[in-house]
């Protein structure tokens, strides 16, 4: 077959729509479009010269360009999962395109994304959308590694498939509709990522069993000039305000050796930006690291705190304490770096004053901001196997912060309540004025901004407390 024309989709959890939020709410209407989406539409684009992308997080879909595509691939996470479904039943329905699902939710559920497209590709899409484009194009069947697709009703796989080890792609950001518009929009980052794989296991992780355990880098000159494009597409037609770039890996420090090299070579070269990166606690006890970082031009680490008890973190099986984080957070915050938290409540030991606890936390060890996730089981971790009963539902679309089970000490409707507290308490108006009296530069406006975030956050979450409160007393999991 002749495959003259690919289009990738990237859904969002709520379409994109024009709203005075999109000024300051990074992620309801709005977001950062997929870089992974996007570095398989560069790659793509090698093998079908008409490839191109639409993102619901920067513009809606024009379907008179997609409907009449050969291959049409989706990427989901969890929580665009059932907008990634609705969207693929839609081309099913309309298209004679071969519909493709792919991503980490894909991959790690994949025998109810099957349910919705021709083919699930498992794992990471570098290699493998190009072996599906050159099958369909050749006739052959589509019958290599990492795919699920439905037989007769049953759901078949080909096994599973070795990570790609060549991950040096810089995305080509003109192939996504109406990017370098958006690209202005300070809510809008720009993205660079350098690295995939972390050694670490933790229990609810879903990015480990998708990206593997074993950690793979790009090479540094090939970050180095991601990192350039990165900026030049975002800065040069627009003035933002936030000039801050996001080195998105998950654990960037994973591969201490590469991760020096790539610091000094930004010391070293021309480039001249602000930086945020994410971190686990060790890095705050790595003195040199942390000088590189600071000289680079990294402003901020977002630290995956998840918890501030020592019971929680063994449980979970995450390698950390609260004494190490302290130590951590304080000798970052030495190093003239501010330190953000990232935060998972709904743990089993969790009762009713955890998001007060947590919000003390933050405001006594000075934590820049914060993201709280409720806890969530997606298939194939090691928490789905154990807490898997403890789902509310499946509407994966929930997953944006909500509570979305039925936690051991706590009720969904009060986790809910403790997470709307925290968020009152560490962006309260006192604190809103502290920044904008005694804080400076980039930081106060980014308090200023997130202030108003979290107020939208806050409404969202409020609006899911009556389905909450019926879910609670419908369970009847915790009659006194
Ligand atoms: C950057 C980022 C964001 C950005 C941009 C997200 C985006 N549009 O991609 C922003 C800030 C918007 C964001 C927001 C959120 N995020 Co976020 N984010 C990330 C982060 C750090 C990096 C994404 C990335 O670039 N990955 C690297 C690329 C290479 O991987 P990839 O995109 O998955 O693509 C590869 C493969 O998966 C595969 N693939 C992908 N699609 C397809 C499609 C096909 C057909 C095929 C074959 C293959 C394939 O191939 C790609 C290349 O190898 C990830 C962590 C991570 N490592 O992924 C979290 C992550 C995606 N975020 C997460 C979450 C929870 C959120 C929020 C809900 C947080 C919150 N509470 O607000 C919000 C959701 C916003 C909303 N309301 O829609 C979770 C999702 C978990 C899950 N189970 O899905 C992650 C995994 C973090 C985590 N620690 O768990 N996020
Ligand atoms: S350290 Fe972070 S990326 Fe690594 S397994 Fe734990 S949660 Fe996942």
């Known amino acids: 077959m002749k495959v003259n024309k690919v289009r990738f989709i990237e859904p969002g959890n709520l379409p994109y729509r024009k709203s005075i939020k999109n000024l300051y709410v990074y992620d309801k209407y709005i977001r950062t479009p997929s870089i992974g989406l996007l570095t398989l539409a560069t790659i793509a684009k090698c093998e079908v010269e008409d490839t191109y992308m639409y993102s619901e997080s920067i513009s809606k879909i024009k379907w008179e360009d997609v409907l009449d595509a050969d291959i049409i691939f989706i990427g989901i996470f969890t929580f665009s999962a059932p907008r990634g479904y609705e969207l693929a039943d839609y081309i099913g329905k309309n298209s004679s395109a071969k519909v493709v699902i792919g991503g980490l939710h894909a991959s790690l559920n994949y025998t109810e994304a099957v349910n919705h497209c021709d083919y699930v590709l498992l794992g990471e899409g570098d290699e493998s959308v190009v072996e599906f484009i050159n099958a369909v194009k050749n006739d052959k069947p589509i019958d290599f590694a990492g795919v699920a697709y439905l037989k007769d009703g049953e759901c078949i796989t080909t096994g599973e498939r070795v990570p790609p080890h060549d991950i040096d792609t810089i995305p080509d950001r003109n192939l996504l509709y109406n990017y370098q518009k958006m690209a202005g929009h300070n809510v809008i980052w720009p993205q660079v990522h350098a690295s995939r794989g972390c050694p670490h296991n933790c229990d609810y992780c879903a990015l480990v069993r998708h990206f593997g355990r074993k950690v793979r880098t790009r090479s540094v000159e090939n970050v180095l000039e991601d990192i350039r494009q990165s900026i030049k597409f975002h800065d040069e037609k627009h003035h933002r305000i936030t000039k801050v770039l996001w080195i998105t890996d998950d654990n960037f420090f994973a591969d201490r050796d590469w991760a020096v090299s790539v610091l000094k070579a930004i010391i070293d070269s021309d480039i001249n930006y602000r930086f945020t990166i994410q971190a686990r606690y060790e890095v705050g006890f790595d003195d040199e690291m942390l000088d590189l970082l600071k000289k ?14 020592d019971e929680a973190f063994e449980q979970y099986n995450k390698k950390s304490t609260y004494h190490d984080i302290l130590r951590s957070v304080e000798n970052i915050q030495r190093h003239g770096m501010r330190v953000r938290g990232l935060f998972i409540v709904g743990a089993d030991n969790h ?15 000075n934590i820049c901001g914060v993201l ?15 807490h898997k009963h403890r789902l509310i539902d499946t509407d994966w679309s929930k997953c944006v912060g909500n509570v979305v089970h039925y936690p051991e000490k706590i009720t969904p409707y009060d986790l809910q309540k403790e997470i709307i507290l925290a968020s009152r308490m560490i962006y309260s108006k006192k604190r809103l004025l502290g920044a904008i009296l005694h804080k400076r530069g980039l930081e106060r406006l980014l308090f200023i901004g997130e202030y108003f975030w979290q107020q939208s956050v806050r409404a969202d979450l409020k609006k899911e407390l009556p389905r909450l409160k019926k879910v609670t007393e419908e369970c009847g ?4």
């Open 296 to 309: 680079a031009g990294f402003d901020e680490l977002a630290m995956g705190i998840e918890f501030l008890e």
């Open 351 to 365: 009762t009713v004053g955890v998001g007060k606890r947590l919000a003390d936390f933050v405001i006594e060890h």
């Open 372 to 386: 709280i996730q409720s806890m969530y089981f997606v298939p194939g971790t090691p928490v789905y196997e154990t």
């Open 477 to 480: 999991l915790y009659n006194a």
